[in-house]
């Protein structure tokens, strides 16, 4: 019986994503944020109407769906994409991400948070949302400079990010554990172990995989070194999403005979991140909304800052004119799904605190997915003019 009723709710879940996908385009609200709210109305923060063993297969597709998101972005790390991007594009998404984590870290820290709090939420700032960028500068019909820049950041950032927010939690484990050794040798191992694992898979899956069908990988090679990379990770405890974004970069630079070695992983995504995000709304408790409503407030409008200091300081490094500079971290506002999924990766490695983290996070991603699309529309404007 428990097994009927989950797949009973997977498949209402699934058309009831396809009918808030085509709600969201008609209002304009981002899908991520419908799922969210979702989740939050069917779970158990109102309705509760979820089969209780639907929540214990979260332990399969949240990590399955957060190694396909990295190894996409690890897809995005080749020496072409990187060179087509320019000096412009790396300089203000090496700053931006580097400022969003400094700033965001340091001011909650400042107004009473723990350090290694503050560290996690800090690294989690780095996240972007790269569909809602997309979407609104393609709806505006913008081109030139701006536009461009604004595309090629988005979809680098989040590598840096995750990189990031891989540092952020092993500098995180040393401040809370109370023996600093271990500690530090449990970080390094984490994340030694997760780079050495993806290179173990990549390597071999560079030169195997697009063979079958030349030029690119089946279906089934693509969710094959997904699943791999995932599950070795989980077993032997390193991170699974350093591990599926070093697989996809050794790939993607080293399989010369691909032509688009992620074309598959694409059609697959959707499905388990919706089940993902529909479960970070389902977790989501009322009275923790409550409680860290001031750290959410404080995280909102620390980001916004960042976003504009970082997107400022790094115009200016790469050279680009003031106006354009002012309204590059404008352009970068939204926060998606990849924040969410680092607060899940961190409230597994610090139970005590992932009721926060997750919240928090939950909280400024609807925030930020609803004002953020407008936010880049008016930087759009006011820097290209129609």
């Known amino acids: 019986m428990a097994n009927s009723e989950i797949l009973i709710a997977v498949g209402i879940l699934f058309l009831a994503g396809l009918l808030l996908d085509k709600v969201g385009r008609i209002v304009h609200v981002p899908r991520v944020t419908l799922l969210i709210l979702l989740g939050a109305v069917v779970g158990p923060p109102l309705l509760d109407w979820l089969p209780h063993d639907f929540n214990k297969s979260d332990e399969f597709y949240a990590p399955t769906a957060l190694t396909m998101v990295a190894f996409l972005l690890g897809g995005s790390l080749s020496p072409e994409t990187l060179k087509s991007h320019g000096r412009e594009i790396m300089i203000i998404s090496l700053t931006l ?8 870290a340091t001011g909650l820290w400042l107004i009473g948070l723990p350090v290694g709090i503050a560290v996690l939420l800090g690294g989690m700032s780095a996240a ?5 960028t997309h979407d609104v500068i393609t709806q505006a019909g913008a081109k030139g400079r ?5 595309l090629g950041i988005v979809a680098i950032d989040d590598a840096w990010g995750l990189l990031a927010f891989s540092m952020a939690m092993t500098l995180a484990g040393i401040m809370v554990d109370q023996n600093a050794t271990m500690a530090l040798i449990h970080g390094a191992t984490e994340v030694g172990g997760a780079i050495a694992l993806g290179l173990a898979i990549g390597l071999p899956a560079a030169f195997l995989t697009g063979r079958i069908k030349p030029g690119e990988p089946t279906l089934i090679e693509a969710i094959g070194l997904v699943f791999l990379c995932a599950g070795l990770a989980l077993h032997f405890q390193v991170s699974f999403l350093l591990t599926g974004m070093v697989c996809g970069t050794t790939i993607v630079n080293l399989a010369r005979h691909h032509d688009r070695p992620f074309h598959e992983i694409e059609r697959i995504e959707w499905p388990f991140m ?8 389902a977790s989501l408790k009322t009275g923790n909304l409550m409680e860290v ?3 959410c407030i404080a995280y909102f409008i620390l980001r916004a800052f960042a976003r504009l200091l970082g997107g400022w300081a790094g115009g200016r490094l790469a050279g680009l004119p003031h106006h354009e500079s002012r309204m590059t971290g404008l352009g970068l506002m939204p926060q998606a799904g990849v924040a969410i999924g680092m607060a899940l990766v961190a ?12 919240a928090v996070a939950v909280a400024s991603t609807i925030a930020f997915e609803l004002i953020g699309p407008f936010l880049t529309q008016t930087a759009i404007r006011r820097v290209s003019p129609a």
């Open 97 to 104: 991400v580097a400022v969003s984590v400094a700033v965001v």
């Open 128 to 132: 972007t949302d790269p569909a809602a």
């Open 146 to 150: 701006f536009a461009t820049n604004l």
């Open 274 to 281: 919706l089940l993902f995000f529909v479960m970070a709304g």
């Open 293 to 295: 409503g001031y750290i």
């Open 347 to 358: 409230s597994e490695r610090f139970p005590e605190i992932g009721e926060l983290l997750l």
